[in-house]
């Protein structure tokens, strides 16, 4: 019997002795990956924090419209912007011609917010309450009401105008908001020589219509698109003769 306790004893050693070892094995094998995931990390530079109040633009956006003027806007020519404003929102002021951003912009997150008038009796294709936002004032992302109106489909809501067909249709009914979030990459120039298109994603209503689209080039009603050495440049808002309004209107410089 003592003989058996002796063995129990020494057996129970060598399992702790394992136990122990197999433990110690394990911490140094959990160190080792630690400091193999460490080679990975990459800690600076740290992100800017920005504040995103419910509602309200980002806390580094420009705010280009929230509903009292129009400081931030220009006439083509010059002079005060002849747009309407009543309750908090910029409504087209037809035959005054498009309003600009005195500030200039290249790479832009912006954020803007439509409406189409309700009335569409006798309206229909290009002219159901037509306008339009111009990157850099040559790159148009198509403001239409598609709802529900059968146009030419690089024409619609969404779409990059006479260039891209938009991924699919998110047009609320007419005389609701409608929301786009778009990210639009500047053409690059080498000279006079293009050297990077441009690109633009659009999310129209939460959904996505472009992604990383190329632009092939000036939006041009008649005839092909194309590109000519430029800097950055205003946005610009279209007057196509519609009661198109807006609100909600900034960007964040990229």
């Known amino acids: 019997m003592k003989r058996y306790k002796n063995l129990i004893n020494?057996?129970?050693?060598?399992?702790?002795?394992?136990?122990?070892?197999?433990?110690a094995q394990a911490e140094q094998s959990q160190a080792e990956r630690e400091k193999l995931a460490q080679k990975t990390e990459v800690w600076e530079p740290v992100p800017a924090s920005v504040s995103t109040p419910v509602g309200k633009a980002p806390s580094d956006a420009i705010?280009?419209?929230?509903?009292?003027?129009?400081?931030?806007?220009?006439?083509?020519?010059?002079?005060?912007?002849?747009?309407?404003?009543?309750?908090?929102v910029l409504t087209v002021?037809?035959?005054?011609?498009?309003?600009?951003?005195k500030q200039n912009f290249c790479d832009v997150?912006?954020?803007?917010?439509?409406?189409?008038?309700?009335?569409?009796?006798?309206?229909?294709?290009?002219?159901?309450?037509n306008s339009g936002v111009f990157f850099q004032q040559r790159y148009e992302v198509q403001v239409l009401d598609s709802y529900d109106n059968p146009t030419y489909a690089n024409g619609q809501a969404g779409?990059?105008?006479?260039?891209?067909?938009?991924?699919?249709?998110?047009?609320?009914?007419?005389?609701?908001?409608?929301?786009?979030?778009?990210?639009?990459?500047?053409?690059?120039?080498?000279?006079?020589a293009l050297s990077q298109p441009g690109y633009v994603t659009v999310m129209h209503n939460g959904?996505?219509?472009?992604?990383?689209?190329?632009?092939?080039?000036?939006?041009?009603?008649?005839?092909?698109?194309?590109?000519?050495?430029?800097?950055?440049?205003?946005l610009q808002l279209q007057d196509h003769g519609n009661l198109v309004s807006f609100r909600?209107?900034?960007?964040?410089e990229l």
Not at 10 to 23: G, K, M
Not at 165 to 172: D, E, F, K, V, Y
Not at 207 to 234: D, F, M, R
Request: aromatic letters at 10%.
């Open 207 to 234: 959904v996505l219509l472009q992604n990383h689209t190329e632009i092939q080039g000036k939006t041009e009603w008649i005839g092909a698109p194309s590109y000519e050495a430029h800097g950055c440049a205003p």
């Open 109 to 129: 997150q912006l954020h803007m917010e439509w409406r189409t008038p309700p009335q569409v009796e006798g309206m229909k294709g290009q002219q159901r309450n």
């Open 63 to 88: 705010v280009l419209f929230s509903g009292d003027d129009l400081n931030a806007w220009e006439a083509l020519k010059g002079g005060d912007a002849p747009w309407s404003i009543g309750g908090d």
């Open 93 to 101: 002021k037809p035959g005054t011609g498009d309003i600009k951003t």
């Open 159 to 192: 779409s990059v105008y006479k260039q891209t067909i938009p991924l699919a249709n998110a047009m609320r009914p007419a005389g609701e908001w409608q929301y786009y979030d778009i990210i639009y990459t500047a053409p690059r120039f080498e000279g006079k």
């Open 10 to 23: 020494v057996t129970l050693l060598l399992a702790s002795s394992v136990a122990i070892s197999s433990y």
């Open 248 to 252: 909600n209107i900034w960007v964040r």
